[in-house]
């Protein structure tokens, strides 16, 4: 019987799963829905869209890794876009410690004419009563 192993990262402060790791270009179907509620809507800065397309931040034909991290929701007209050329996109570390790098996913995207946007991922359901504590 053949064995699959999996890497699930968790939060070290709260313990709830933070990311999956895929070797496979395709993200699989669990972190596609953990990207899709993390992202909730198109990722680019400037759009609101439903995501259609689960993207790469940096490019897997690059060594982007098919993980949490470096995935983003984009619509198909964003995708599309960020493909030309003088598109370049990374995300930041995320962090759960406090003072620390934002603890949200961050995408920071360069169009072709040096503009330079960023966007960070909504919080997610609940987050906000979990973090300012509950009386």
């Given at each position: 019987?053949?064995?699959?192993?999996?890497?699930?990262?968790?939060?070290?402060?709260?313990?709830?799963?933070?990311?999956?790791?895929?070797?496979?270009?395709?993200?699989?179907?669990?972190?596609?829905?953990?990207?899709?509620?993390?992202?909730?809507?198109?990722?680019?800065?400037?759009?609101d869209a439903p995501i259609?397309?689960?993207?790469h931040i940096e490019p897997?034909?690059?060594?982007?890794?098919?993980?949490y991290a470096n995935g983003?929701?984009?619509?198909?007209?964003?995708?599309?876009?960020?493909?030309?050329?003088?598109?370049?996109?990374?995300?930041?570390?995320?962090?759960?410690?406090?003072?620390?790098?934002?603890?949200?996913?961050?995408?920071?995207?360069?169009?072709?004419?040096?503009?330079?946007?960023?966007?960070?991922?909504?919080?997610?359901?609940?987050?906000?009563?979990?973090?300012?504590?509950?009386?």
């Amino acid at each position: 019987t053949p064995v699959t192993l999996r890497r699930l990262y968790l939060d070290p402060v709260s313990g709830e799963l933070t990311a999956m790791e895929s070797k496979a270009r395709a993200f699989p179907a669990g972190l596609t829905r953990m990207i899709r509620t993390r992202d909730q809507t198109c990722r680019t800065p400037w759009c609101d869209a439903p995501i259609r397309h689960i993207d790469h931040i940096e490019p897997h034909a690059e060594g982007g890794r098919t993980s949490y991290a470096n995935g983003q929701g984009l619509c198909e007209a964003c995708n599309q876009a960020k493909e030309a050329p003088g598109w370049n996109s990374s995300s930041t570390p995320v962090s759960s410690r406090r003072n620390d790098v934002s603890p949200r996913h961050t995408v920071r995207t360069t169009t072709p004419t040096g503009h330079t946007y960023s966007s960070m991922a909504p919080p997610l359901p609940g987050a906000a009563s979990a973090i300012g504590g509950a009386s």
